[in-house]
């Protein structure tokens, strides 16, 4: 199934920008893909990076060579390899990030450990991609209202 967060509602009928789902696939299988490749992907490609499955060591494999091929064959690149964590801040229900915590605060919001728990991983993931200083994070409060934390 796929899912796309409200937040990115500007862009995803188009596909012109990496929706989370797809950056959460990049983490998963160690791949930086920048957005400049991404836009050289036809539609039917990068429909396919967000429908293809990626949650299994088999299936993070394919993924992996299947994204290398297509970065390859567009921009006669090789793929950046990224580190891949073992145990991602994302999938951990227990610990809110310095970063989303500071995030949180620049709007007056305290997450609570709750809060946090009840988030999905991928929703984690957002909200920890949304929050880093290098991200433009103008959707970081529309996450945090759409995933019901205020």
Same mark, same amino acid.
């Given at each position: 199934m796929t899912h796309f967060f409200e937040f990115e509602a500007d862009f995803v009928d188009s596909l012109?920008?990496?929706p989370m789902q797809v950056r959460l696939k990049l983490d998963t299988c160690g791949i930086k893909l920048k957005l400049n490749q991404w836009n050289q992907f036809s539609q039917e490609e990068r429909q396919t990076l967000v429908e293809r499955p990626c949650n299994t060591e088999?299936?993070?494999q394919e993924y992996r060579e299947f994204l290398r091929q297509l970065v390859q064959n567009h921009t006669g /690149?090789?793929?950046t390899d990224l580190p891949v964590?073992?145990?991602?801040?994302?999938?951990d229900d227990q610990n809110i990030p310095e970063s989303v915590k500071n995030k949180a605060r620049e709007f007056d919001i305290a997450m609570t450990p709750?809060?946090?728990e009840n988030l999905l991983p991928v929703q984690r993931f957002a909200l920890i991609k949304l929050s880093r200083s290098s991200h /433009?994070?103008?959707n970081f409060l529309p996450a945090l209202k759409e995933f019901h934390v205020i």
């Open positions: 012109r920008c990496i088999e299936t993070i /690149e090789l793929a964590e073992e145990n991602p801040p994302w999938m709750h809060q946090w /433009e994070n103008k």
